[in-house]
C-alpha cells in the first residue's frame, strides 16, 4: 500500500470568499474530516454527528460549492443514495501578490449530454435520465423532442454529436489554456469491442484515439431496471487541454498546439463535437455520461483559463 501524503487544496482566488464561507463552521470541517477518512452517505453523516439529515445536506452542498467535497450517486436498497468524500487534507489560501503579477482567472460552463446542438446517429443509440429511456435506434424522432433537454446519458453507435458553449471573454485579455472534460465509455462491456473517436474543437481535430472495453468494478454497477445489459455503468475522465504551446489528453502529449488555431472570437460560441467510428463487426460506439450518471459527477464540462487586461492608472 501505498503511503498517504497531504492533498492540500490550492483555493482559486475567484472562490476564497466561498471557501473561508465554507470551513467557517465548526460541523463543516468536522464533516471534511470525516470524509477524509472515508467516503459516507448523508444520512450516515447526519447519524455520526447527530444532527438532521436537511441540514447534512445543506452542508454538504456548500462544500460542494466550494469544491472542497466530490459526490456522485450511487444505487442503494430504496433508490439511489448520494456518497460524499474529499482527497484534501487542508486549504492553501496566499493574499500576497506581486505587484506585476496578473490574476489569473477561468471561465467554466457545464454543458447537460441532452444540450446539444445537431446530433447524427446511427444504432447502437440511447438517450436516457435515470427514470429511463427518452430515445434510441428503435424511435429516432425523440432525439430532436424538447424532452432531450433532460437526458443525463447518450450512446451514439456511429455519428456526430456537437454542443455550442458561450463565449464571451474580450478579445483584450490574454488566453493561456482551454480545457474540455468529460465522461466517457466505449459503449460495450464485450472485450473484442472497439471504436474510435475524435473530438473537434471549433472544426480543428483533436484525435482520432481509441476507445477499449472498460471492466466495471463490483462498486460500478449503479443499475437501472431499464439500463442495457452489456452496457458500462460508468467510463473514464477524458480530459483535452490546449494552451500556448501544446495539446495533450489525460496529460499525455498528442503534439503542437496553439489557442490561436481555434478563432475564439467575443460573443462567438464555441462548437465542441465528438465524432465516433464504430471499428470491426461488434458496432458499440461510445457512452456520454452526465452528471447523475457514471461516476465523476460532472457533464461535459469547458474550462477556459486567461489573463485580464492589466488595469492602468
Same mark, same amino acid.
Given at each position: 500500500?501505498?503511503?498517504?501524503?497531504?492533498?492540500?487544496?490550492?483555493?482559486?482566488?475567484?472562490?476564497?470568499?466561498?471557501?473561508?464561507?465554507?470551513?467557517?463552521?465548526? *460541523?463543516?470541517?468536522?464533516?471534511?474530516?470525516?470524509?477524509? @477518512?472515508?467516503?459516507?452517505?448523508?444520512?450516515?453523516?447526519?447519524?455520526?454527528?447527530?444532527?438532521?439529515?436537511?441540514?447534512?445536506?445543506?452542508?454538504?452542498?456548500?462544500?460542494?460549492?466550494?469544491?472542497?467535497?466530490? *459526490?456522485?450517486?450511487?444505487?442503494?436498497?430504496?433508490?439511489?443514495?448520494?456518497?460524499?468524500?474529499?482527497?484534501?487534507?487542508?486549504?492553501?489560501?496566499?493574499?500576497?501578490?506581486?505587484?506585476?503579477?496578473?490574476?489569473?482567472?477561468?471561465?467554466?460552463?457545464?454543458?447537460?449530454?441532452?444540450?446539444?446542438?445537431?446530433?447524427?446517429?446511427?444504432?447502437?443509440?440511447?438517450?436516457? *435520465?435515470?427514470? &429511463?429511456?427518452?430515445?434510441?435506434?428503435?424511435?429516432?424522432?425523440?432525439?430532436?423532442?424538447?424532452?432531450?433537454?433532460?437526458?443525463?446519458?447518450?450512446?451514439? &453507435?456511429?455519428?456526430?454529436?456537437?454542443?455550442?458553449?458561450?463565449?464571451?471573454?474580450?478579445?483584450?485579455?490574454?488566453?493561456?489554456?482551454?480545457? @474540455?472534460?468529460?465522461?466517457?465509455?466505449?459503449?460495450?462491456?464485450?472485450?473484442?469491442?472497439?471504436?474510435?473517436?475524435?473530438?473537434?474543437?471549433?472544426? $480543428?481535430?483533436?484525435?482520432?484515439?481509441?476507445? *477499449?472495453?472498460?471492466?466495471?468494478?463490483?462498486?460500478?454497477?449503479?443499475?437501472?431496471?431499464?439500463?442495457?445489459?452489456?452496457?458500462?455503468?460508468?467510463?473514464?475522465?477524458?480530459?483535452?487541454?490546449?494552451?500556448?504551446?501544446?495539446?495533450?489528453?489525460?496529460?499525455?502529449?498528442?503534439?503542437?498546439?496553439?489557442?490561436?488555431?481555434?478563432?475564439? @472570437?467575443?460573443?462567438?460560441?464555441?462548437?465542441?463535437?465528438?465524432?465516433?467510428?464504430?471499428?470491426?463487426?461488434?458496432?458499440?460506439?461510445?457512452?456520454?455520461?452526465?452528471?447523475?450518471?457514471?461516476?465523476?459527477?460532472?457533464?461535459?464540462?469547458?474550462?477556459?483559463?486567461?489573463?485580464? $487586461?492589466?488595469?492602468?492608472?
Amino acid at each position: 500500500m501505498s503511503e498517504l501524503k497531504d492533498f492540500v487544496f490550492e483555493v482559486p482566488q475567484a472562490k476564497t470568499h466561498r471557501v473561508l464561507k465554507a470551513v467557517d463552521n465548526s *460541523t463543516r470541517l468536522e464533516i471534511l474530516r470525516l470524509l477524509f @477518512l472515508s467516503p459516507m452517505n448523508v444520512s450516515d453523516l447526519a447519524r455520526v454527528l447527530g444532527i438532521s439529515q436537511p441540514t447534512v445536506t445543506t452542508y454538504v452542498k456548500q462544500l460542494e460549492d466550494a469544491g472542497l467535497i466530490f *459526490t456522485h450517486l450511487t444505487k442503494a436498497q430504496n433508490g439511489y443514495t448520494k456518497i460524499c468524500h474529499t482527497p484534501y487534507t487542508g486549504i492553501s489560501i496566499s493574499w500576497h501578490e506581486a505587484a506585476d503579477q496578473i490574476e489569473e482567472t477561468s471561465y467554466e460552463l457545464d454543458m447537460p449530454v441532452g444540450h446539444y446542438s445537431a446530433i447524427d446517429c446511427s444504432d447502437p443509440c440511447l438517450l436516457a *435520465t435515470q427514470a &429511463g429511456i427518452i430515445a434510441s435506434s428503435n424511435d429516432y424522432s425523440y432525439f430532436f423532442h424538447p424532452i432531450r433537454m433532460e437526458a443525463e446519458l447518450l450512446q451514439i &453507435g456511429q455519428g456526430r454529436v456537437s454542443y455550442l458553449f458561450p463565449y464571451n471573454i474580450p478579445d483584450t485579455h490574454r488566453l493561456i489554456s482551454l480545457e @474540455l472534460s468529460a465522461e466517457l465509455s466505449l459503449g460495450s462491456v464485450n472485450p473484442h469491442a472497439s471504436a474510435d473517436l475524435l473530438l473537434q474543437i471549433n472544426r $480543428q481535430d483533436y484525435g482520432p484515439f481509441h476507445l *477499449t472495453a472498460r471492466c466495471p468494478s463490483e462498486t460500478d454497477r449503479n443499475r437501472m431496471g431499464w439500463y442495457p445489459s452489456g452496457t458500462p455503468p460508468s467510463g473514464d475522465l477524458y480530459v483535452w487541454r490546449i494552451d500556448e504551446h501544446a495539446n495533450t489528453l489525460n496529460e499525455r502529449y498528442l503534439g503542437p498546439g496553439n489557442l490561436a488555431d481555434l478563432h475564439l @472570437l467575443p460573443m462567438q460560441p464555441i462548437e465542441v463535437s465528438f465524432i465516433v467510428s464504430s471499428v470491426g463487426n461488434l458496432p458499440s460506439g461510445m457512452i456520454l455520461f452526465g452528471k447523475r450518471f457514471g461516476r465523476y459527477n460532472q457533464d461535459i464540462r469547458l474550462t477556459i483559463s486567461y489573463e485580464p $487586461q492589466k488595469k492602468t492608472d
